[in-house]
C-alpha cells in the first residue's frame, strides 16, 4: 500500500498507534455505484403468493389478497397502450420478472403489467384510470428499497418512474435543482458537480436510485450528518394522487409558511399517498478539500466518544462518521472483490471511517491532524489510516458502502434499521449474539454520527427458528429505549404491522384518517407502510 508514514508517528510511544498521513484528496471520493441485481430468490414466482405467507420477511406476515381490487384484462392493457404507446406498456416476462424481484430477492410479487409514464399527464391517466377500475398500482423508482415497498405482493400494476429522467433547471445562484423525480442520484450528484454543488444526500445505492424513491423514502445515507434530512432538502415537490389530480407544489422558495406544508406528507410514505413525479432540492456548494480516514477502535465506549470528540473537535468540517464492526469487515474481506482491509489483521473490533469536507486545504489537514493524534494519545482510537488518493479514499468507502452487497452473498439476510440513542446502540446487537449462539452472523454497522444502527442477521438460507429469535424481541427492544423501528430504510412490507412499536395508536389512527382521504379506494401501494386494521 503506497502509505506515507507521518512524521508525528514517531513521536507517539507506542510503534502500532500511528498513522498513515496523506494529502487531501481534491474530488469527493469515487464510490462505488451498485445496480440492481436480483438474486434468485428460495422461492420460484410461481410461488408468489407462497411467498407473502412466508414469514422470512417479517415475523407473522399473513397478508391475503384484497378481493376488492379487480384483476387486470386486456381491456387495460389496451387502454395504457392507447395513452403510453406501446413502449410505455411492459409485458415482456423477463423484464416483469426483474421488476417483481426487490434488491435483495427476497420480496417477490406477481405483476404481469410494468409502465413506463413520460410525463406527469401521463401518470395522472394512468392513476385516474386505476382508480376508477380499482387496480392496485405499486410506484417503482430504482427499486433498491430494503423493506419490500418497491414491489408487488400479488398482482398489483407496476408504475415505474424510469422513464421521468429530466433535469428541469438548475438555479446556479441559489443552488436548487429541479428535475422528474425517475432522475438517478448519481446522475443527479454528477450534473450538480459540474455546476460547483453537490446532493444533498448520498448512498451506497446512487448508480441505481432515483431521486424519488429517495424522497419517498426518506433517504437518509452518508451525508445526513452534515445536511441533514430530506424533509429539509426537498424544496418543493409535484405528485400524482390516486384520483390522477395533479398536485404542484413544486416552489422553489426557501421560506414559504403559507398553510400546512404539504410536500412533507410525500417525503417518506413510500408511495402510498401518491406518486412523486418532479421534485426541487437544495444543494449546497462543492468544498474543495476532501479527506478521509479509517480507524481502528478497541471498544464501542471508545467509538461513542470519538464521535462526540469529533463533533467538538472537527465540528463544521465533520462530513461522515460510519462505523462499523469487526464481523462486518470479516465479511467485506470476504465477498467483496479487490478490497483490501487499509489496517494491520488485528484484535481490532470496531472501524470507524471520518471524513472531512471543507473550504481550506491546509487548515482542514491541520485540524484533522491534531484531532487524530490527541484522540491517539487518549487511547480511543488504536490505528488509522488517512487516504492519499482517490483510490484510497474509494477503497474505505467501498468496505463502508459494500456491507449490504456482501450481506446478501451470504443468502439470506434479516436487516433491521434502528434509531437508537448512541450510548446503548450496540448493546442490541450483543444481545442478538447471544440469543441466537452462533446459528446466524450478527453484524453491527451504520450511521454513527446520526445513532442510526443496521443489524444485518445472516444465514445461509431463511429459517423460521432464527426468526423467531429476532423478532418481536429487537422490535420490543428498541421500543423499550424509545428508538425508532425505521430510521431511514421505511416500513414497506417487512414492517407495516410492527408501526405501533414507533408509534402511539392516535398518530397511527390519524394516518390511517390521511391514507383514506388521499386514496379512498387504496390503490397505491398496498399492504405497505400502515397495518392493515386502521385501513
Ligand atoms: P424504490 O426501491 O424503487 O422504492 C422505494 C419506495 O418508494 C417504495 O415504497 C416505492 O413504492 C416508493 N417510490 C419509489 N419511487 C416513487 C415515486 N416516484 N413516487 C412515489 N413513491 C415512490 N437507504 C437509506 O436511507 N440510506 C442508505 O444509506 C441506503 N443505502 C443503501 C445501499 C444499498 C446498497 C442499497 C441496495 C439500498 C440502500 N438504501 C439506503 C435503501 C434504498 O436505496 C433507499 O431507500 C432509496 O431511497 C430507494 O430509492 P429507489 O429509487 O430505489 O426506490
Ligand atoms: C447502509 O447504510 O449501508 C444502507 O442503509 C444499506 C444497508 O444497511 O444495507
Ligand atoms: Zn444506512
Known amino acids: 500500500m503506497p502509505h506515507t508514514q507521518h512524521e508525528f508517528a514517531n513521536r507517539t510511544a507506542n510503534s502500532c498507534r500511528r498513522f498513515h498521513w496523506i494529502p487531501s484528496v481534491q474530488h469527493s471520493p469515487c464510490r462505488p455505484r451498485i445496480n440492481v441485481e436480483t438474486y434468485e430468490g428460495q422461492y420460484s414466482a410461481n410461488k408468489a403468493s407462497e411467498v407473502q405467507k412466508r414469514t422470512f420477511g417479517s415475523a407473522a406476515t399473513q397478508i391475503q389478497r384484497n378481493p376488492a381490487y379487480s ?21 415482456d416476462e423477463d423484464r416483469i420478472t426483474v421488476a417483481n424481484v426487490d434488491w435483495m430477492g427476497k420480496y417477490r410479487g406477481a405483476s404481469q403489467l410494468l409502465l413506463l409514464p413520460k410525463s406527469s399527464v401521463e401518470v395522472s391517466k394512468i392513476l385516474s384510470y386505476c382508480n376508477t377500475r380499482r387496480l392496485a398500482v405499486v410506484p417503482q423508482g430504482g427499486n ?33 435543482l429541479t428535475c422528474e423525480a ?35 423514502t426518506n433517504a437518509g445515507g452518508l451525508r445526513f450528518i452534515r445536511y441533514g434530512s430530506l424533509h429539509g432538502n426537498v424544496l418543493g415537490l409535484e405528485a400524482v394522487l390516486a384520483d390522477g389530480t395533479i398536485l404542484d407544489m413544486l416552489t422553489t422558495l426557501r421560506k414559504d409558511n403559507t398553510g400546512y406544508d404539504l410536500k412533507h406528507l410525500f417525503i417518506g410514505s413510500e408511495g402510498s399517498l401518491g406518486v412523486v413525479t418532479k421534485i426541487s432540492v437544495l444543494t449546497p456548494a462543492k468544498l474543495p478539500s476532501t479527506n478521509v480516514a479509517f480507524l481502528s477502535c478497541n471498544d464501542y465506549t471508545s467509538c461513542q ?27 467485506a ?4 472483490e479487490g478490497v483490501q482491509n487499509p489496517l494491520p489483521a488485528s484484535q481490532t473490533k470496531f472501524y470507524v471511517l471520518i471524513e472531512t469536507t471543507g473550504s481550506d486545504e491546509s487548515y482542514d489537514k491541520t485540524k484533522l491532524e491534531a ?3 490527541r484522540s491517539m494519545e487518549d487511547g480511543l482510537v488504536t490505528d488509522g489510516v488517512i487516504a492519499q488518493d482517490i483510490s484510497q479514499a474509494s477503497n474505505f468507502w467501498r468496505i463502508r458502502e459494500g456491507i449490504s452487497e456482501a450481506s446478501v452473498k451470504v443468502g439470506a439476510v434479516h436487516k433491521y434499521d434502528l434509531s437508537i440513542p448512541v450510548e446503548k446502540l450496540y448493546d442490541i446487537v450483543e444481545e442478538m449474539r447471544s440469543r441466537l449462539g452462533g446459528k ?84 397505491l401501494n398496498p399492504y405497505k407502510v400502515l397495518p392493515q386494521s386502521v385501513l
Not at 333 to 336: A, V, W
Open 371 to 373: 484531532f487524530l493524534l
Open 440 to 523: 446466524a452472523e450478527v453484524l453491527g454497522y451504520g450511521h454513527l454520527g446520526d445513532g442510526n444502527l443496521h443489524l444485518n442477521i445472516l444465514s445461509s438460507k431463511y429459517d423460521n427458528n432464527i426468526l423467531a429469535q429476532i423478532e418481536p424481541f429487537v422490535y420490543e427492544w428498541t421500543s423499550a429505549q424509545r428508538g425508532s423501528i425505521s430510521a431511514e430504510h421505511g416500513l414497506g412490507l417487512m414492517k407495516a404491522e410492527k408501526i405501533h412499536f414507533s408509534k402511539s395508536p392516535e398518530a397511527v389512527q390519524l394516518m390511517g384518517s390521511i391514507k383514506k382521504l388521499l386514496d379512498p379506494n387504496l390503490i
Open 182 to 216: 425517475g432522475c438517478v442520484l448519481e446522475n443527479l450528484s454528477t450534473f450538480v458537480e459540474n455546476e460547483g454543488c453537490i446532493m444533498p444526500l448520498d448512498l451506497g445505492a446512487k448508480g441505481s436510485c432515483h431521486i424519488g424513491g429517495n424522497i419517498s
Open 144 to 176: 433498491t428499497g430494503l423493506v419490500g415497498g418497491s414491489v408487488p405482493v400479488y398482482d398489483e400494476v407496476i408504475v415505474s418512474l424510469a422513464g421521468m429522467n429530466k433535469i428541469i433547471s438548475f438555479d446556479n445562484v441559489n443552488g436548487i
Open 71 to 91: 384483476e387486470l384484462t386486456s381491456d387495460d392493457v389496451s387502454y395504457f397502450k392507447s395513452i403510453l404507446g406501446d413502449n410505455g406498456v411492459i409485458q
Open 333 to 336: 474481506m470476504r465477498h467483496l
Open 305 to 331: 466518544k470519538l464521535l462526540l470528540a469529533a463533533r467538538r473537535n472537527l465540528g463544521e468540517i465533520l462530513s461522515a462518521f460510519e462505523f462499523m464492526d469487526n464481523n462486518c469487515i470479516d465479511l
